[in-house]
């Protein structure tokens, strides 16, 4: 869209000295790292506690236990994600994950103790009890105290109901040397879009768990970062990887709600209908194998059987023990009539996170200079093809310290004054009904063609489909004035190409992506890279 002066005054714009764009635990934690010495802004399309972060349950892998070692938990994360991990990026985490559970701990969070020290759980695919919690809702928890903390910081502002419309890019300007130099984004309240300016912008905006129709994610999931970033030439990685959760409470008045990988650790069994198990006709390591091994299984189990879903039997606990160690599940099953001390769960796969990303190395710096990605919205190379349960939390800290310490360092550039949005040649738009049609199509093929299992025919008819949905939101985009439903679609739609390209791209089956055209894994491990040049 051309950026000349507009009729009506265009709002002032906004200069700092980093841009944070999402409020998650990734986001905020830059931003508190960040404030002491730089004057921050932390843009968020709802409100601050909206994001993917408050609702992870499970915890935050860790080594803490003596019996415990990085090898071990550098080793569960390199088989779980299937030989394409990046050993250094692993590494990296593994090791830093101790320390940054001691910030958490100096911030306040109220981690589950245990004879007064932390309390250890185990989730699938770990050879260890390594996860560090606050009973079953240790993203709320932790979130709670970041936001907070950022409150009370003097050098941060929030700005809500904030969407991100796109990057402003000095080679777009004729502006010298190629870099990022801030942002677009859609205030809600004001339905203006205004224009932020800094030396240096981290995405932090979470994954795209909502281009498919049953998903684990809040609203606020729809690869926003990733979008934005390609379009601005920052190549993407290993988007085929899109992790099912194995185990969604199915019920018709519960959206979304998880139930936790530790109800597995702690002995919770799958059941079909009839009450029999089933895992350890599918993997040795029964309920306690690595999610995608797990969500397949249950696929694989309801398609052959005709059944909307399985169930999660943990009745063998006691009441006190599951309130204890689960009380948010237990109350939320409770509350529609499942007392899980008594009665299995009735749960489905469903989409949960997002494994590939924007390229970003070890600092969280991404292809364009000035521009980080860090958390989901990124590709470390940490989870390969498939991530291993509570590794997302612990990632979203530690790149959030590594990108910051580079921020740090770098050298301080002027201020420069961005051209304002033109939307002087658009108008209001006339039929919103075909963002809602588009949007419901969208993730109704995405989940019925490029879901847990894959063929080369569901593959080209997503594509096809895509490619008109492109032409009409490009049309409508580029007449209409942008609201964040038009802005949220537009990158799901960006989000899903880029998903198909990948798993059109990967001719084996290999961590999450199973393909039944090509049901074997190669023997070498090989990314796929796509670059928008």
């Not at 699938?124 to 996860?131: D, L, N, P, V, Y």
Request: glycine share 8%; proline share 4%.
């Amino acid at each position: 869209m051309n950026t000349t002066d507009t009729a009506i005054a265009a709002p002032p714009t906004q200069h700092f000295d980093v841009l944070i764009v999402g409020s998650g635990l990734a986001g905020l934690s830059a931003a508190l790292l960040l404030a002491q010495d730089k004057k921050v802004a932390v843009l968020t399309k709802r409100s601050v506690g909206d994001g993917s972060s408050g609702w992870a349950q499970g915890g935050i892998a860790a080594v803490w236990d003596k019996n415990d070692s990085f090898e071990a938990h550098v080793d569960d994360t390199l088989v779980a994600g299937a030989g394409l991990c990046d050993l250094q990026a692993t590494r990296f985490v593994v090791e830093n994950a101790p320390r940054v559970v001691d910030w958490l701990r100096t911030l306040g969070v109220p981690f589950s103790e245990e004879s007064g020290d932390l309390h250890l759980t185990r989730e699938g695919g770990h050879s260890a009890r390594r996860i560090v919690h606050v009973t079953d809702a240790t993203g709320a928890a932790v979130q709670a105290t970041l936001i907070k903390k950022v409150s009370e910081a003097p050098n941060i502002t929030l700005f809500e109901d904030h969407t991100l419309v796109d990057l402003i890019t000095s080679d777009k300007l004729g502006a010298g040397e190629r870099r990022c130099l801030g942002l677009y984004a859609l205030d809600g309240q004001s339905a203006r879009v205004m224009t932020f300016e800094a030396p240096q912008t981290i995405l932090a905006t979470g994954g795209a768990g909502k281009v498919y129709l049953y998903t684990t994610n809040p609203d606020t999931a729809t690869g926003d970062g990733i979008a934005a970033a390609w379009r601005a030439g920052c190549r993407v990685e290993n988007m085929e990887f899109i992790q099912f959760h194995p185990t969604c409470l199915y019920h018709p008045h519960a959206k979304s709600f998880l139930i936790s990988e530790a109800v597995r650790g702690e002995g919770g069994r799958l059941l079909l209908p009839d009450g029999s198990r089933f895992m350890p006709q599918h993997d040795r390591r029964e309920e306690l194998a690595p999610r995608d091994v797990v969500a397949r299984a249950i696929d694989f189990e309801m398609k052959k059987g005709g059944f909307d879903c399985v169930y999660l039997d943990i009745s063998h606990q006691s009441q006190a023990f599951l309130q204890e160690h689960f009380p948010n599940i237990y109350a939320r099953c409770l509350e529609l009539g499942i007392d899980i001390a008594k009665q299995a769960i009735p749960v489905v796969p469903a989409a949960h996170y997002t494994c590939g990303g924007v390229m970003a190395d070890l600092q969280g710096r991404t292809d364009l200079p000035g521009l980080y990605a860090i958390g989901e919205t990124a590709c470390s190379g940490l989870h390969g093809a498939n991530r291993l349960a509570s590794n997302s939390l612990v990632e979203c800290m530690v790149f959030a310290q590594a990108c910051t310490q580079d921020i740090l360092r770098a050298s301080t550039l002027p201020a420069m004054t961005l051209p304002a949005w033109d939307d002087s040649r658009v108008s209001d738009p006339d039929e919103c009904v075909v963002i809602s049609h588009n949007w419901d199509e969208l993730r109704r093929f995405m989940w019925d063609y490029v879901g847990i299992v894959r063929t080369n025919k569901r593959l080209e008819r997503a594509a096809h489909r895509i490619a008109l949905l492109q032409d009409e939101i490009q049309e409508f985009y580029a007449n209409f004035s942008v609201t964040r439903d038009l802005l949220e679609l537009r990158n799901l739609v960006q989000v899903a190409e880029l998903i198909v390209r990948s798993a059109q791209s990967r001719r084996e089956s290999r961590g999450l992506h199973f393909s039944r055209d090509f049901p074997d894994t190669l023997p070498r491990a090989v990314p796929s890279v796509l670059s928008p040049h």
